[in-house]
């Protein structure tokens, strides 16, 4: 069993990083830098993935820029800046809060807001049409009353 839960871990952090052994640079600090690096960019052909977790061709050749820019000198800063004036602010995992990106950051909490405003509307209005709906009549009162007298 304690083979099973090694072998999965295992799995699981090598499949983490889609980085290939050609990508890779040969300095460890380097390549510790282009993974975190990695970590920060979207892939934009998957959306959901960082170029490091992603397999796509694209991602692969954004993992390889990254590299190629930091053998060149770039700080992490002028590398990301490469990027983004490539691919735009949507290659950030985390795009920055400004006015092109204010919806990407407002839609969820909007969508909670108006969401949560729906259904105390819907639950107001099914109390009302409750509370305004018709007494019932005498035949009517009769036959709840005779089916719970035979029920109980």
Request: hydrophobic share 45%; aromatic share 8%; net charge negative.
């Amino acid at each position: 069993m304690r083979l099973f839960f090694l072998l999965a871990a295992l799995f699981v952090s090598v499949s983490a990083f889609a980085a290939e052994p050609d990508e890779l640079l040969d300095d460890p600090a380097l390549e510790a830098r282009a993974q975190d690096l990695d970590e920060h960019l979207r892939c934009v052909v998957c959306q959901s993935q960082s170029i490091a977790e992603s397999n796509a061709p694209l991602a692969k050749d954004l993992r390889i820029l990254v590299r190629e820019r930091i053998s060149q000198g770039d700080s992490d800063e002028e590398v990301i800046d490469y990027i983004v004036e490539r691919y735009g602010d949507y290659v950030l995992l985390k795009p920055p809060v400004q006015g092109n990106t204010l919806f990407l950051w407002a839609f969820p909490a909007a969508a909670l807001l108006l969401g949560a405003a729906g259904g105390f509307f819907f639950l107001r209005g099914s109390k009302k049409a409750i509370a305004a709906s018709a007494p019932l009549s005498a035949d009517d009162e009769d036959d709840v009353n005779r089916i719970l007298k035979e029920r109980g």
